[in-house]
Protein backbone atom coordinates (compact mmCIF):
# COMPACT_ATOMS: atom_id res chain seq x y z
CA UNK A 1 0.00 0.00 0.00
CA UNK A 2 1.33 3.38 -0.75
CA UNK A 3 2.52 5.41 2.75
CA UNK A 4 1.40 8.45 2.97
CA UNK A 5 3.06 10.56 5.67
CA UNK A 6 2.24 14.26 6.99
CA UNK A 7 4.32 17.06 8.46
CA UNK A 8 3.45 18.07 11.14
CA UNK A 9 1.21 16.01 13.43
CA UNK A 10 0.67 19.28 15.24
CA UNK A 11 0.81 22.69 14.10
CA UNK A 12 0.07 25.93 16.51
CA UNK A 13 -1.23 28.52 14.19
CA UNK A 14 -1.90 32.38 15.10
CA UNK A 15 -5.69 33.57 13.78
CA UNK A 16 -4.65 35.48 10.63
CA UNK A 17 -2.25 33.60 10.33
CA UNK A 18 -0.66 31.08 7.55
CA UNK A 19 -0.20 27.13 7.37
CA UNK A 20 1.53 24.98 5.70
CA UNK A 21 0.97 21.19 5.93
CA UNK A 22 2.79 18.62 4.00
CA UNK A 23 2.17 15.42 2.52
CA UNK A 24 4.98 12.57 0.81
CA UNK A 25 3.68 9.91 -0.71
CA UNK A 26 5.81 6.63 -1.15
CA UNK A 27 5.31 6.19 -4.80
CA UNK A 28 4.20 8.84 -7.54
CA UNK A 29 0.71 9.85 -7.34
CA UNK A 30 0.73 10.29 -10.69
CA UNK A 31 -1.59 7.83 -13.10
CA UNK A 32 -0.99 6.44 -15.79
CA UNK A 33 -3.56 8.29 -17.93
CA UNK A 34 -1.40 11.53 -16.52
CA UNK A 35 -4.00 12.76 -13.94
CA UNK A 36 -2.56 12.75 -9.59
CA UNK A 37 -5.44 11.84 -7.06
CA UNK A 38 -4.33 13.48 -4.37
CA UNK A 39 -7.04 15.01 -1.99
CA UNK A 40 -7.48 17.33 1.23
CA UNK A 41 -10.31 17.13 3.55
CA UNK A 42 -10.26 18.71 7.24
CA UNK A 43 -12.34 17.00 9.93
CA UNK A 44 -13.36 19.26 12.47
CA UNK A 45 -13.97 18.04 16.07
CA UNK A 46 -16.78 15.86 16.30
CA UNK A 47 -17.70 16.11 12.29
CA UNK A 48 -16.92 14.20 9.60
CA UNK A 49 -14.49 14.57 7.33
CA UNK A 50 -15.24 17.27 4.15
CA UNK A 51 -13.44 17.49 1.06
CA UNK A 52 -11.55 20.80 0.72
CA UNK A 53 -9.34 19.91 -2.25
CA UNK A 54 -9.41 17.75 -5.14
CA UNK A 55 -6.76 16.15 -7.88
CA UNK A 56 -4.15 18.40 -5.63
CA UNK A 57 -5.16 21.80 -6.49
CA UNK A 58 -9.16 22.20 -7.23
CA UNK A 59 -11.12 23.32 -4.65
CA UNK A 60 -14.82 21.85 -3.86
CA UNK A 61 -17.71 23.56 -4.08
CA UNK A 62 -17.87 26.39 -1.35
CA UNK A 63 -14.32 26.09 -0.23
CA UNK A 64 -13.24 29.74 0.62
CA UNK A 65 -9.86 30.20 -1.86
CA UNK A 66 -7.87 30.98 1.31
CA UNK A 67 -7.21 27.19 0.56
CA UNK A 68 -4.69 26.04 -1.70
CA UNK A 69 -3.50 22.99 -2.96
CA UNK A 70 0.17 22.57 -4.74
CA UNK A 71 2.15 19.63 -5.63
CA UNK A 72 3.37 16.75 -7.94
CA UNK A 73 4.48 13.60 -7.77
CA UNK A 74 5.17 12.52 -4.55
CA UNK A 75 5.43 15.76 -2.83
CA UNK A 76 2.13 17.67 -2.01
CA UNK A 77 1.15 21.06 0.12
CA UNK A 78 -2.30 22.50 1.55
CA UNK A 79 -1.54 25.80 2.13
CA UNK A 80 -4.24 28.25 4.53
CA UNK A 81 -3.94 31.61 4.75
CA UNK A 82 -5.74 33.86 7.40
CA UNK A 83 -6.68 31.00 9.36
CA UNK A 84 -9.88 31.82 11.32
CA UNK A 85 -11.04 29.55 13.51
CA UNK A 86 -13.43 27.21 11.82
CA UNK A 87 -10.47 26.17 9.93
CA UNK A 88 -9.43 24.37 13.45
CA UNK A 89 -9.17 20.53 13.35
CA UNK A 90 -7.49 17.76 11.73
CA UNK A 91 -6.26 17.81 7.91
CA UNK A 92 -5.53 14.80 6.35
CA UNK A 93 -4.49 14.23 2.32
CA UNK A 94 -5.72 11.23 0.67
CA UNK A 95 -4.18 9.20 -2.50
CA UNK A 96 -6.82 7.17 -4.83
CA UNK A 97 -4.34 7.00 -7.27
CA UNK A 98 -3.09 3.44 -6.76
CA UNK A 99 -5.63 0.72 -4.70
CA UNK A 100 -6.49 0.70 -2.34
CA UNK A 101 -6.70 4.48 -1.37
CA UNK A 102 -4.96 5.69 1.76
CA UNK A 103 -4.93 8.45 3.97
CA UNK A 104 -2.18 10.67 6.10
CA UNK A 105 -1.46 10.73 9.39
CA UNK A 106 -3.10 13.98 10.16
CA UNK A 107 -2.57 16.97 11.05
CA UNK A 108 -3.68 18.81 13.97
CA UNK A 109 -4.56 22.66 13.71
CA UNK A 110 -4.35 24.82 16.48
CA UNK A 111 -4.77 27.94 18.05
CA UNK A 112 -1.26 28.92 18.78
CA UNK B 1 -29.21 18.73 -1.18
CA UNK B 2 -26.91 15.33 -0.71
CA UNK B 3 -26.93 14.32 2.24
CA UNK B 4 -26.22 10.29 3.98
CA UNK B 5 -27.83 9.99 7.13
CA UNK B 6 -26.41 7.40 8.96
CA UNK B 7 -28.30 4.93 11.82
CA UNK B 8 -27.52 5.73 15.08
CA UNK B 9 -24.44 4.52 18.01
CA UNK B 10 -24.07 1.27 18.86
CA UNK B 11 -23.30 -0.75 22.26
CA UNK B 12 -22.41 -4.36 21.68
CA UNK B 13 -20.82 -7.39 23.66
CA UNK B 14 -17.55 -9.30 22.23
CA UNK B 15 -18.94 -12.06 19.74
CA UNK B 16 -21.81 -10.02 18.82
CA UNK B 17 -23.07 -8.43 15.52
CA UNK B 18 -23.79 -4.98 14.41
CA UNK B 19 -26.10 -3.68 11.39
CA UNK B 20 -25.23 0.47 10.33
CA UNK B 21 -26.92 1.87 7.66
CA UNK B 22 -26.22 5.00 5.40
CA UNK B 23 -29.61 6.20 3.29
CA UNK B 24 -28.90 8.83 0.92
CA UNK B 25 -31.20 11.64 -0.57
CA UNK B 26 -31.02 14.59 -3.19
CA UNK B 27 -29.49 12.55 -5.99
CA UNK B 28 -29.38 9.10 -7.78
CA UNK B 29 -28.46 6.68 -5.44
CA UNK B 30 -26.81 4.34 -8.18
CA UNK B 31 -24.87 6.64 -10.25
CA UNK B 32 -22.26 6.77 -7.40
CA UNK B 33 -20.50 4.03 -5.63
CA UNK B 34 -20.59 4.32 -1.60
CA UNK B 35 -17.15 3.36 0.52
CA UNK B 36 -16.48 2.81 4.18
CA UNK B 37 -14.21 4.08 6.59
CA UNK B 38 -12.98 3.44 10.08
CA UNK B 39 -11.72 5.77 12.05
CA UNK B 40 -10.98 4.39 15.30
CA UNK B 41 -10.95 6.34 19.16
CA UNK B 42 -8.16 9.26 18.67
CA UNK B 43 -6.52 7.82 15.07
CA UNK B 44 -6.75 8.28 11.76
CA UNK B 45 -9.08 7.27 9.03
CA UNK B 46 -8.96 3.86 7.33
CA UNK B 47 -10.30 2.74 4.05
CA UNK B 48 -12.97 -0.30 4.38
CA UNK B 49 -13.54 -0.60 0.69
CA UNK B 50 -16.61 -0.16 -1.35
CA UNK B 51 -19.40 -1.13 -2.68
CA UNK B 52 -20.90 -0.69 -6.20
CA UNK B 53 -24.63 0.93 -5.95
CA UNK B 54 -25.74 -0.08 -9.45
CA UNK B 55 -24.45 -4.05 -9.40
CA UNK B 56 -24.18 -4.45 -5.64
CA UNK B 57 -20.70 -5.81 -6.01
CA UNK B 58 -18.59 -4.98 -2.54
CA UNK B 59 -14.68 -4.84 -2.50
CA UNK B 60 -12.87 -5.08 0.60
CA UNK B 61 -9.59 -3.98 1.86
CA UNK B 62 -7.70 -6.54 3.20
CA UNK B 63 -8.43 -5.61 6.71
CA UNK B 64 -11.99 -6.46 6.37
CA UNK B 65 -12.44 -9.22 4.82
CA UNK B 66 -14.30 -12.13 6.13
CA UNK B 67 -16.49 -10.29 9.00
CA UNK B 68 -17.51 -7.13 7.09
CA UNK B 69 -20.02 -7.25 4.43
CA UNK B 70 -21.34 -4.39 2.53
CA UNK B 71 -24.93 -4.15 1.08
CA UNK B 72 -27.74 -2.64 -0.44
CA UNK B 73 -31.28 -1.88 -0.02
CA UNK B 74 -30.89 0.16 -3.68
CA UNK B 75 -35.11 0.83 -3.44
CA UNK B 76 -34.74 2.67 -0.37
CA UNK B 77 -31.54 4.37 -1.52
CA UNK B 78 -29.50 2.73 1.37
CA UNK B 79 -26.15 1.21 1.96
CA UNK B 80 -25.61 -1.23 4.71
CA UNK B 81 -22.43 -2.36 6.67
CA UNK B 82 -22.50 -5.51 9.10
CA UNK B 83 -19.80 -6.82 11.47
CA UNK B 84 -19.99 -10.33 12.88
CA UNK B 85 -18.50 -11.80 15.89
CA UNK B 86 -17.43 -8.28 16.94
CA UNK B 87 -13.97 -7.43 19.04
CA UNK B 88 -12.56 -5.03 20.60
CA UNK B 89 -10.58 -3.60 18.15
CA UNK B 90 -13.71 -2.91 16.20
CA UNK B 91 -14.75 0.14 18.28
CA UNK B 92 -14.77 2.80 16.28
CA UNK B 93 -16.80 5.20 14.29
CA UNK B 94 -18.02 4.44 10.82
CA UNK B 95 -18.42 6.63 8.11
CA UNK B 96 -20.07 5.79 4.44
CA UNK B 97 -18.58 8.19 1.98
CA UNK B 98 -20.03 9.08 -1.59
CA UNK B 99 -17.60 8.80 -4.21
CA UNK B 100 -17.53 11.64 -7.01
CA UNK B 101 -14.90 10.20 -10.10
CA UNK B 102 -11.86 9.57 -7.82
CA UNK B 103 -12.39 11.42 -4.64
CA UNK B 104 -15.04 11.06 -1.42
CA UNK B 105 -17.22 14.05 -1.74
CA UNK B 106 -20.11 13.61 0.75
CA UNK B 107 -19.78 12.11 3.88
CA UNK B 108 -21.57 10.47 6.04
CA UNK B 109 -22.19 12.07 10.41
CA UNK B 110 -20.69 8.28 11.02
CA UNK B 111 -21.83 6.09 13.52
CA UNK B 112 -20.05 5.30 17.08
CA UNK B 113 -19.72 1.36 17.80
CA UNK B 114 -18.47 1.01 20.91
CA UNK B 115 -17.68 -2.74 21.92
CA UNK B 116 -17.19 -3.92 25.70
CA UNK B 117 -18.14 -6.49 28.02
Known amino acids: DVVMTQTPVSLPVSLGGQASISCRSSQSLVHSNGNTYLHWYLQKPGQSPQLLIYRVSNRFSGVPDRFSGSGSGTDFTLKISRVEPEDLGDYYCLQSTHFPPTFGSGTKLEIK | QIQLVQSGPELKKPGESVKISCKAS????????MHWVKQAPGKGLKWMGWINTYTGKPTYADDFKGRFVFSLEASASTANLQISNLKNEDTATYFC??????????WGQGVMVTVSS
Open chain 2, 97 to 106: ARRERDYFDY
Open chain 2, 26 to 33: GYTFTDYA
